[in-house]
């Protein structure tokens, strides 16, 4: 892991970071230390890794809770270049929307693949982060995404034991996604944008339903993906506190 930048503000510190052909950001505590809670989170179709929603949640479980946050752009996406396959999914969608057509079944495709590859980075991610001292292996580790993101962080704790809570939103379904949310064992929040464009509300209770994990809970609100009112941006920190604990310092306090 390469740090590329760092600075310190309001009692954060922001890393950039390149590990390979991955690009990221790390936010911390100043006065953090070893073993804090480390949230990994993961962005929607077409964000990046300082997504404005993400980075405000990001902000608001160090100084609230002591977390460590990471995000990682996806392949394709922020600093990534887009290959010819991704691409043409993107022009696809494009011309669904012009046309007025349905884009989830193309969403679904794209999110799947993005995701599928997206998994061996966050592996590898989370291996290097674990070997900071200011973070190390004992630290809990959670993962809380968006649409591309949510789809990314089912398959991520079907692959990796170290995910001990899921936070996911906003996902467009279909039959093989909740397949997989039947490999899905660890505590999990899902919520549901109820007027999200191509979002099918039974599909999304459906998944929900899928998933395995004895304790999970499932949240609503009016209006799109994009229109995500405040309190939900942050509304995962409790489940998040509960399963990975505080961070210490006076940022958990």
């Given at each position: 892991?390469?740090?590329?930048?760092?600075?310190?503000?309001?009692?954060?510190?922001?890393?950039?970071?390149?590990?390979?052909?991955?690009?990221?950001?790390?936010?911390?505590?100043?006065?953090?230390?070893?073993?804090?809670?480390?949230?990994?989170?993961?962005?929607?179709?077409?964000?990046?890794?300082?997504a404005p929603g993400l980075v405000a949640a990001a902000l608001?479980?160090?100084?609230t809770h002591g977390f460590?946050?990471?995000?990682?752009?996806?392949?394709?996406?922020?600093?990534?270049?887009?290959?010819?396959r991704d691409q043409q999914w993107v022009d696809a969608i494009h011309r669904a929307r012009a046309a007025s057509e349905p884009i989830a079944p193309i969403v679904v495709d794209f999110n799947r693949s993005v995701a599928e590859r997206a998994v061996p980075e966050w592996r590898a991610t989370l291996d290097a982060l674990?070997?900071?001292?200011?973070?190390?292996?004992?630290?809990?580790?959670?993962y809380g995404g968006v649409m591309l993101g949510a789809v990314t962080g089912m398959l991520?704790?079907?692959?990796?034991?170290?995910?001990?809570a899921l936070s996911l939103g906003a996902v467009f379904v279909d039959d093989a996604l909740i397949e997989a949310g039947r490999k899905v064992t660890v505590p999990v929040e899902c919520w549901i944008p109820w007027d999200a464009e191509g979002i099918d509300r039974a599909a999304a209770v459906a998944l929900f339903d899928a998933f395995e994990s004895t304790d999970k809970t499932l949240h609503a609100y009016s209006g799109g993906h994009h229109q995500v009112p405040d309190p939900e941006r942050t509304c995962s920190a409790p489940l998040f506190v509960r399963h990975l604990g505080r961070g210490a310092g006076p940022a958990a306090s």
């Amino acid at each position: 892991m390469h740090v590329t930048s760092e600075t310190t503000a309001d009692g954060v510190v922001e890393r950039h970071f390149t590990l390979g052909d991955i690009t990221g950001v790390l936010w911390s505590p100043a006065a953090g230390t070893a073993g804090a809670p480390l949230l990994l989170s993961g962005h929607g179709g077409g964000m990046h890794k300082k997504a404005p929603g993400l980075v405000a949640a990001a902000l608001h479980g160090v100084t609230t809770h002591g977390f460590t946050v990471a995000a990682i752009d996806a392949p394709g996406h922020g600093d990534r270049p887009r290959n010819a396959r991704d691409q043409q999914w993107v022009d696809a969608i494009h011309r669904a929307r012009a046309a007025s057509e349905p884009i989830a079944p193309i969403v679904v495709d794209f999110n799947r693949s993005v995701a599928e590859r997206a998994v061996p980075e966050w592996r590898a991610t989370l291996d290097a982060l674990q070997a900071l001292p200011e973070i190390g292996s004992e630290a809990p580790v959670g993962y809380g995404g968006v649409m591309l993101g949510a789809v990314t962080g089912m398959l991520l704790a079907a692959a990796d034991s170290r995910i001990a809570a899921l936070s996911l939103g906003a996902v467009f379904v279909d039959d093989a996604l909740i397949e997989a949310g039947r490999k899905v064992t660890v505590p999990v929040e899902c919520w549901i944008p109820w007027d999200a464009e191509g979002i099918d509300r039974a599909a999304a209770v459906a998944l929900f339903d899928a998933f395995e994990s004895t304790d999970k809970t499932l949240h609503a609100y009016s209006g799109g993906h994009h229109q995500v009112p405040d309190p939900e941006r942050t509304c995962s920190a409790p489940l998040f506190v509960r399963h990975l604990g505080r961070g210490a310092g006076p940022a958990a306090s």
